[in-house]
């Protein structure tokens, strides 16, 4: 008889659809393991036409999130020998733009409805339901198919000829903006690596923590985890760390060094309390 003892969860979810316990709604709960990710490019067809993929700009946008995602498995490889990140990209829908009636960048971001319907239309994934239930569904279809863990999607708008590479003012947000946990984010084209590499992050409940964004009060992700990094911490002596999820130098120095603040780190399921190389999300005894 083989003696009880602590076995990795990592290698067991592979075995199935899913990761044990989640649901089909379940789409990015942790970063670890197989993550589907699909990466949808729209194109205006209608009147408002001012911007137009080529195969040049397509590339472009397929590189750019190419090197967005390896920064996290390039991450996660510098803190751990034990756990594995591989991000498996459907790129149909970038070589195949999908058509809408509308400039997207042309318009305030809110108007991401009209188009995100556009493309669940196109993927034929919509229904009654609202647009998170729809893309969540359509996320967990597109990991079944790859027998991934997760899935997200990526919406990229093309800028190129827009005067500021900037959703028109008057809307929620000017520049990149995402829905957390295993639903998708939208950017424009021209927005830098590290910006992707960002809101992927949103994908498995990371905080935003420079000012105007993510509260010091938030808790969010697999363990709950307050923002301890947020720009309005009230503690005595606070300053903040490097992290992805901050702004300017802070960002900047963060994606030069692969790094993250911890409190975002363990928001994404990168937490090991007992410090034996082992993330707390899969230090669990199966019998």
Known sequence: HRPLGLELLEPRMLLS?????ALPQDTGEYMLGDVAVSLVLMESAGTENSEDWTSDSIDAVKTKIRQSLDWWEDALAAQSSIHSLRFHIDEQYADNP?????????????DYTIWVNDFLDHAASNS???ISTDMRLFNHQQRAAVDA?????IFVVNDENDSDGQFA???SFRRAFAFAGGRYFIMPAGRPVSSATHEAAHMFWARDEYSGGGSYLDRRGY????????????AAGFSQVESIMASGSL?????ANHTSSPSSLEMIGWKDS???????????PLL
């Open 149 to 153: 863990d997760w899935g997200f999607t």
């Open 223 to 234: 363990h709950n985890t307050q923002n301890l990094n947020a720009a309005d911490n009230p």
């Open 251 to 255: 960002m900047n120095s963060a994606f």
């Open 274 to 284: 007992d410090q034996d190389g082992i993330f707390d999300v899969l230090d669990i």
């Open 169 to 171: 003012a008057g809307g």
């Open 17 to 21: 659809v899913v990761p044990l316990g």
């Open 128 to 130: 009654s339901e609202n």
């Open 98 to 110: 999908v058509p809408t009636d509308i400039e997207p960048i042309s318009h305030v971001s809110n």
